[in-house]
Each structure stands twice: as C-alpha cells, then as structure tokens.
C-alpha cells in the first residue's frame, strides 16, 4: 500500500512565527487531505487538496502531484494553532502519516 | 449544518465482554468509514461502507470485529470478547465524494 511520511515530527515555533509541513506519499492519489487534531482528538478539515494550490486565511496548501508531496503553511501563528497535523491518502482507504506536533508558545 | 455523531463518547468495558458503537453520519452523504487511532499503531482505516455495495473489510484486524450499516445511514461497529489491545479511539468518517469528515470519536477502554 501507498506509504505517507510527514516531516518534521515534532516543531515549536513562538506565536507569530511561520511554518511549513512536509507530506510525502508514495504513490498517485485521488484524495489528499490535511487535519487538526485539536487536544480534545477531534480531527478538523483543512484541506481536500489532491493537487493545486488552496489558502484559508492563515493557512495554505500546495500538493505537487507528479512530485508526491504536498505542504501546509501556517503563517503568523497563533497558540490555538497548537495539536497534530495530520496528511491523509490516497483515495476512499486513507493512509494517515505519523503526524507533526505543533506547539506554539505565547 | 450537523456534523458526524458517535455514541458513546467513553467506553469502559471488561476483558472478554461485547461492546457496541454507534456513528451517525451527515445526512445526505453515502459512503461511510470506521478507523481507530492507538499509541502505537497511529490512525488505521477499520473498513468502509459505499451505498448499497458490499463494505470494504481489509482493515478489519480480526473476526472479533464487525460492522453493519442499516439503511444506508447509521452504523454500528461490534467487537467481541474484548482484549486489552483493543483500547483505542474510534472514529467515524462519512463522505459524498473523497472529502472525509470525521466525529468526535469513542475513547474504549478495556481492563
């Protein structure tokens, strides 16, 4: 099956600051998607993004398809941006990555 | 509008007993998932209901689990004689199309 690596595991930042998080997958995907998982487990949609280009607010998304690897950008951050951020492909089945923590400190 | 709803939200059960969860998706949408999310083994797809085609077993662990999903909505997902190293969150997911939206989930624990 399609392996999913997420780069960097573990990241602090200082609120204000900006980042980017790495997927990598192994083969071609229909779905690519991006989570939150906030302290409380719930996981909240950020991205469907299999390919392209997408922002919301703070937040964008780029997946290069032919390339295998999509990137989250969190700029200016802010300590509710604080849990795990999972990537998930490729299709109906999801394969989620190990997840990158994210704290962000006042 | 209402997203995915679990029940119960925390689950605690005794070694060997039968436990029952219950997900119910967003209304409209017809392929519904089941995954679970451990310390050691991350989140893992269970198995995965499309209108009225035959689920999608593979990521069942073992014939301990099963699932069924009554009248293309609500789904409820079994295990029996728990173990131990079936305490995890469990999560249901429903979608139109690829895009999964997932519910709070149920935290089981068995002792």
């Known amino acids: 099956g399609i392996q999913v690596e997420q780069s960097p595991p573990d990241l602090i930042l200082q609120e204000g600051a900006n980042s980017t998080l790495r997927c990598n997958f192994s083969?071609?995907?229909?779905?690519l998607q991006w989570f939150h998982q906030n302290p409380w487990g719930q996981l909240i949609n950020l991205f469907y993004i299999p390919s392209g280009t997408k922002q919301n607010g703070r937040l964008s998304a780029t997946t290069v398809a032919t390339e295998r690897y999509s990137l989250l950008y969190i700029s200016s951050s802010q300590t509710t941006d604080s849990g795990v951020y999972f990537c998930?492909?490729?299709?109906?089945?999801?394969?989620f990555g190990k997840g990158t923590l994210l704290t962000v400190n006042p | 509008g209402a997203g995915v709803s679990q029940s119960p939200s925390n689950k605690v059960t005794e070694k060997g007993k039968d436990v029952e969860l219950r997900c119910d998706p967003i209304?409209?949408?017809?392929?519904l998932y089941w995954y679970r999310q451990s310390l050691g083994q991350g989140l893992e797809f269970l198995i995965y209901?499309?209108?009225?085609?035959?689920?999608?077993k593979s990521g069942l662990p073992s014939d301990r689990f099963s699932a069924e999903r009554t009248g293309g909505s609500v789904s409820t997902l079994t295990i029996q004689r728990t173990q131990q190293e079936d305490s995890a969150v469990y999560l249901c997911?429903?979608?139109?199309?690829?895009?999964?939206?997932f519910g709070p989930g149920t935290r089981l624990t068995v002792t």
């Open positions: 209304s409209g949408h017809t392929a």
């Open positions: 209901f499309q209108g009225n085609s035959a689920p999608d």
């Open positions: 997911a429903s979608s139109l199309g690829f895009e999964q939206y």
């Open positions: 083969d071609s995907v229909n779905n």
């Open positions: 998930a492909a490729p299709n109906y089945k999801l394969t």
